[in-house]
């Protein structure tokens, strides 16, 4: 005899969650309660959906900016905004990580800010980007301006890149076309070959 799909308790358990609110991973306080995202805010939000050719770093930059021009309840904060219009800003992949998060896991910015960067900048991601400013050299074509926009742009999508300022012009320098070197060593009378 087949089983009736209400008595059934593996259906059931699939459908606990009809009688009640979905758990939810941000830790929600009065303070964010009292905070209101109007509609044109959800507009213009920047949304993450968790795509390779996303930038993390980029997205929390964005969304930080533009949470700190908002109008926000006098008991409330910055952080506060952020956590309560996150929700509004994650689309596909990104929603469904932040959906699938355990109940009550961020109750601040930067709990967030962690698992975000976890899952979606992870370290193998960090180490590929800083093989890439390793090996970043500039092309007989590209003048000095548009290689240091090309290497700058590496960085920028990898700020966590552990490297001092000191290895960071010297890969640069050792990067540069004989040319751009000349022209680096004259502007600065020959300190840039000295300290390399």
């Given at each position: ?7 059934d308790?593996?259906i059931?358990s ?6 009640s609110?979905?758990s ?21 939000i920047p ?11 980029e ?13 926000r ?7 506060d ?8 800003a994650?689309?596909?992949?990104a ?34 980007i ?11 074509d ?19 890149n ?21 022209l ?9 070959q000295?300290?390399?």
């Amino acid at each position: 005899m087949a089983v009736e799909p209400d008595n059934d308790p593996e259906i059931g358990s699939l459908n606990a969650h009809l009688n009640s609110e979905p758990s939810q991973a941000i830790v929600i306080t009065p303070a964010q309660q009292s905070i209101d995202i109007k509609t044109n805010v959800s507009v213009v939000i920047p949304h993450f959906y968790g795509r390779k050719i996303e930038f993390p770093y980029e997205f929390l930059h964005e969304f930080c900016k533009l949470c700190s021009v908002q109008k926000r309840a006098p008991n409330s904060t910055e952080e506060d905004y952020r956590l309560r219009a996150l929700p509004f800003a994650l689309k596909g992949e990104a929603n469904t990580w932040l959906l699938r998060l355990p109940a009550n896991s961020i109750s601040t910015w930067a709990d967030f800010r962690l698992l975000f960067l976890d899952y979606f900048f992870p370290s193998n991601k960090t180490n590929t980007i800083k093989k890439k400013i390793l090996a970043c050299r500039q092309d007989y074509d590209e003048s000095l301006s548009q290689y240091w926009s090309h290497f700058k742009g590496l960085l920028d999508s990898c700020p966590k890149n552990w490297m001092c300022e000191e290895k960071v012009y010297n890969i640069f320098y050792e990067g540069a076309n004989p040319e751009s070197k000349d022209l680096l060593n004259s502007s600065n009378g020959g300190i840039s070959q000295r300290n390399v």
